[in-house]
């Protein structure tokens, strides 16, 4: 019994530190394509366009990756995906040109998109139901430090190594994860064999958008979950460290450091919201509270690169604002595994995470068109694009007004019998 518990929580150790490389992949952006940008004199908007990419293929394949996660073991699935991100990254790091940057940041997504749903789905079937928030904001702490580490040390390593050497050592490390998966994995209760595989993620597909069609706080944490984190994404994964540099140039070696303290924020409020709720009743509450706390954090967020305050209270508020972020993220997380019928969590997650991610690649790609434009005119294009940005958040503020007590969703499956539905 305790080599069976030890292998369990080896399996989900190797499955989170997949979620690490999925955020630092994610991230990474925001360091390595400036460095691009300034080398290679691209523009604000094709950098934004290259980011999104991984965007692109990741929101495209959560349907099929929560359905593949639902039905087969998440060690196999997430253990191909590690080898195509690493091709990914090795493309990158070795890139001389656009078309190959695109190539890679595409294969990214492509490789580490079924990672999440693996391990909501793993922790979902080995861990009691009560703890499941707590193991989410765990996971999503340790996975964020992948975003920790994709911003100044990443950018420290990219000096000393290159841009090649970096992503290839990442190349060679994601296939060593898969493999650890694949020898250690074995058979889950998940696994199915037999069946049709296009018919089953159709089937699930189905299912799954008809739980997002019934519940109204699905649909409502949808919402807020695309336009909070979209927001956040832009900062965080995109535009914190050129935000930094462009407010502070004296202090410009220090803004790959300041703009990491969002991601320390958004990892301690992974953590933390493990602990705030542990039951659907009163969740409702919590999610509304700390989206109205991202709210005013993102203006207070403006309002301190506006006057230029020093640059340490502007660090301040980055992490309240990345905190406030993590404990919703948290939050989101254990609400859609709670209204999801039981079995189907990683294709409900899969089906509202693609529009999740469909959201921050407008906000990636809308971003650097905003903040070009904006710098043309006066000068100052981040204050001007993120006020913009900070004003959708109003939207799902409004819808959380509404909001009810979280209700998992039960829908009638018809009896089959010979291939025919019964009355």
Known sequence: MGSDKGKVYFIYSLLVLSYFFSLFFRVSASV???????EWGLSAGIIGFISSMYFYTYALMQPACGVLNDTYSPMKVVAIGLVIAGIGSLIFGLAANTAALITGRL???????????GLLVYQGSRFPPERYAFFSGLSMMIGNMGAVFSAAPLSAALGLWGRAGVFCAICITTVLVSVLLLVFGGRTPQEK????????????????AGVLRVSRELKIVVLMWMVSFGAIMAYQGLWAVSWFAAVYPGLKHWASAAATVVSIGVMTGNFAGGFICRNAASRHHVIRRSLFAVFFLWIGLILSFYLVLPMGATVLVSFLLGACSGI?????????????????????????????????????????????????????????????ICATLLIPCAAAFRMRPIERVTLREPAVSGGKKQP
Not at 32 to 38: G, H, M, S, V
Not at 193 to 206: H, Q
Not at 351 to 379: D, E, K, M, P
């Open 32 to 38: 390595a394509l400036p460095l691009i940008q300034a």
């Open 193 to 208: 064999t037999g069946r049709s595989l296009g018919r089953e993620i159709f089937s699930r597909f189905v299912r799954a």
């Open 107 to 117: 294969l990214m997504g492509i490789g580490l998109s079924p990672i999440l749903s």
């Open 328 to 388: 919703a993220f948290t939050q989101f997380t254990a609400a859609v595994h709670e209204i999801a019928p039981e079995g189907q969590g990683g294709a409900v997650f899969g089906v509202s995470n693609c529009i999740i991610f469909l959201c921050i690649i407008l906000y990636q790609w809308g971003s650097g068109i905003l903040i070009g434009a904006f710098q043309r005119h006066t000068g100052n294009g981040f204050t001007a694009a993120f006020s913009i």
